[in-house]
């Protein structure tokens, strides 16, 4: 039986250890994660610069879900007071810089539009490479005011693309941010609030002119991605968007009463593409052709639209945006027409209808060919029109979805920005954007908690100096209490404040330290006691058993009393430790109540809106806990020090009483009736 309940007491010990070490694991692996997110990713890049913050470009299943080849791409990058610090960025943006995700990497860049007053930024970023279903982040630094503008268009788009036009010009014809510089020969109208800042207003009847260059001219065969983002002002049938002829070749892009579509014409030949579902008047889509290797793809907001099996035709000319002409006199060839069924073909000799012989074919009219049908021109488009971009190579379909998503109104599908970080101190960065967000009520709680805080440190502070200093002293009182052999009323003089210093053997300083001591108060009870019964007797003290235990009374209540100043505030700690956690969960719960009737309010449920106000309400709670943890710490340490010297007042009690019976028992000798003997 004692073997069985020693391996039970074994087994409860194991597994009390085995929980002590989950427990301790769990709180480690808890702080290195709370480290870890609180520590910055990469080093800085610059120090000069004091704010930055993390763009991730999301293509994973989470974000826009691309899984097709991507490549490097220009994104767009849109700013505005929700996710960028105007205030704390030059006026014309020109501290801006980008870097890669190694925080080492600088990228190219250039601003197409920056208002600081607005709020409002349009940056494109040269992004090496997207790798599709993964995530690549960027980092956006800014916060440097003798930053000189590194603003770079030509360097932002790879050689292979051939023309870009933001159409955020004025009283100019659009200029060209690739490196062939193919600016438009004509100026057109601005549509100011276009999708990607200002756009340009097409009525029809005005095409802006795209140059013949060199670097535009395209052989037979050629690949070619062209890709621009339009709002159709109505159904129009037949509307040119982009069109390009050279004699009987030609490329045109439209629309025919809401479809898109693309058209080539080979000598010989006029393909079109099919037509799918409408896109609605008044609504922004993307539209990008991309030819190559036989093949004609037309895509719709990112996605396959229609397939032409053809290939470009060779193309010199000038191009037109929002109209269409023949540049050639020599009308195309139109294709070769199945004969109709209403009018079948009849043999000269054949006999007429009704019975007589058909008139025969004079050789006139045998040898006079059909005329060729002569080219109409389409219908100028009327709408807006916004980033057109041109290359001279296929792009895969990765990148055109990515350019849908990232460059549309479901840009935060692909993009999402981190807080802003700061160099300045601790307190910057993700903390001062808690802070910032921190309500009324929070900061309530929150200067309570700190009332509270300051309160349990003052009292921890005198609590463990007036316990060092008790320590201190009663240990010099023990030092001079054991030296008593006789009397042990010699160490008082009968006055609280008045102690002996054993015949010189004490220094002064030595009595001043014992007179603060908590086992001399006491002491001096037990003294005056005695005094106190035998103060007009020439006999030697004795003292019987009842004013032993009188006496004994006595020390008990001084002893309350020391005790009573030993725990003195204490309670303060018990109420920082129970009381501080509990009102920073108040300051919790409030604050999030508060930050969900604001979003059900104004209808914006997103990270962004909710993340600032949850996390500034869980600062009430660290708070709490920040007033909560130190107190507890601190009440430990001075309860046990306090218990330590409660030890000592009890064993001091039992040490005087002990010495009381011994010197004024009754067995004890008469001192003068031995010194009388003696004479």
Do not use: C
Not at 386 to 401: F, Y
């Amino acid at each position: 039986m004692a073997v069985d309940l020693t391996l039970e007491r074994r087994t409860r010990r194991a597994a009390l250890r085995r929980g002590v070490a989950n427990v301790a694991t769990a709180l480690l692996f808890g702080l290195v994660a709370l480290v870890g997110s609180l520590a910055p990713a990469n080093a800085w890049w610059n120090d000069e610069w004091s704010l930055r913050k993390k763009i991730t470009v999301d293509v994973s299943a989470s974000g826009a879900n691309v899984t097709d080849p991507i490549g490097g791409v220009p994104v767009l990058v849109r700013l505005h007071v929700g996710n960028f610090r105007f205030s704390s960025a030059k006026d014309d943006g020109s501290d801006l810089r980008f870097v890669a995700g190694d925080d080492k990497t600088p990228l190219k860049h250039h601003i197409e539009k920056f208002d600081s007053l607005l709020g409002e930024g349009l940056v494109w970023v040269a992004v090496p490479n997207i790798a599709p279903g993964a995530r690549t982040d960027i980092w956006l630094y800014y916060g440097n005011k003798k930053a000189l503008a590194t603003s770079d268009p030509k360097g932002t788009y790879d050689p292979d693309t051939l023309t870009v036009y933001h159409f955020n010009e004025r009283g100019t014809p659009a200029i060209d941010s690739s490196v062939w510089a193919n600016n438009a020969q004509s100026v057109g109208q601005p549509a100011d609030g276009s999708l990607i800042g200002t756009g340009l207003r097409l009525d029809g009847r005005t095409p802006v002119t795209v140059p013949a260059s060199p670097s535009l001219a395209s052989p037979d065969g050629a690949a070619l991605t062209w890709s621009a983002w339009i709002k159709p002002a109505g159904l129009q049938p037949n509307a040119a968007l982009f069109s390009r002829r050279d004699g009987a070749n030609a490329l045109v892009v439209g629309v025919d009463n809401g479809s898109p579509f693309v058209e080539v014409t080979n000598p010989g030949s006029v393909q079109r593409s099919s037509a799918g579902a409408p896109v609605a008047a008044g609504s922004w889509h993307h539209v990008a052709v991309v030819a190559g290797n036989g093949q004609v793809t037309l895509y719709l907001d990112g996605v396959s639209y229609a397939a032409l099996s053809a290939s470009l035709p060779a193309l010199n000319t000038v191009g037109l945006i929002g109209g269409d002409s023949s540049t050639s006199s020599a009308s195309p060839i139109a294709p070769a027409t199945a004969p109709s069924a209403a009018t079948p073909s009849v043999p000269p000799d054949a006999p007429a209808a009704d019975g007589g012989a058909a008139p025969a074919a004079t050789p006139d009219a045998a040898a006079t060919p059909a005329p060729a049908p002569v080219a109409v021109a389409m219908a100028g488009f009327v709408g807006d029109i916004d980033e057109l971009q041109i290359s001279k190579v296929a792009r895969p379909a990765g990148l055109i979805k990515v350019m849908a998503i990232g460059q549309g109104p479901d840009q935060a599908k692909l993009m999402a920005f981190s807080v802003d970080e700061e160099t300045a101190s601790w307190l910057s960065g993700y903390f001062a954007v808690i802070l910032k967000s921190v309500t009324l009520d929070g900061w309530v709680v929150i200067g309570i908690l700190l009332i509270m805080a300051a309160v349990s440190w003052v009292v921890m502070f005198d609590r463990a100096s007036y316990l060092s200093k008790q320590a201190k002293a009663n240990a010099q009182f023990m030092k001079g209490f054991r030296e008593i052999a006789a009397d042990l009323t010699m160490l008082d003089r009968g006055d609280a404040d008045d102690i002996s210093t054993l015949g010189g053997r004490l220094t002064e300083a030595d009595a001043k330290m014992m007179r603060s001591s908590s086992l001399y108060r006491i002491y001096h009870i037990g003294a005056a006691e005695i005094r106190h019964r035998f103060s007009n007797s020439q006999r030697a003290p004795v003292l019987s058993a009842v004013s032993i235990a009188a006496i004994r009374a006595a020390l008990d209540s001084g002893v309350v009393k020391e005790m009573q100043r030993l725990n003195r505030l204490m309670v303060v700690l018990t109420i920082a430790i129970s009381g501080g956690p509990f009102l920073g969960l108040l300051g919790t719960v409030v604050g999030v109540m508060i930050t969900f009737a604001a979003i059900a309010a104004s209808g914006d449920v997103n990270v962004n809106a909710i993340a600032p106000g949850i996390a500034a309400a869980l600062v009430a709670t660290v708070a709490g806990l920040g007033v909560a943890i130190p107190a507890l710490f601190g009440y430990n340490y001075l309860i046990s020090r306090i218990k330590d010297l409660t030890n000592d007042i009890q064993v001091f009690v039992d040490e005087f009483v002990t010495k009381m019976a011994e010197f004024y028992s009754a067995d004890r000798p008469d001192p003068v009736e031995h010194r009388i003997a003696a004479e």
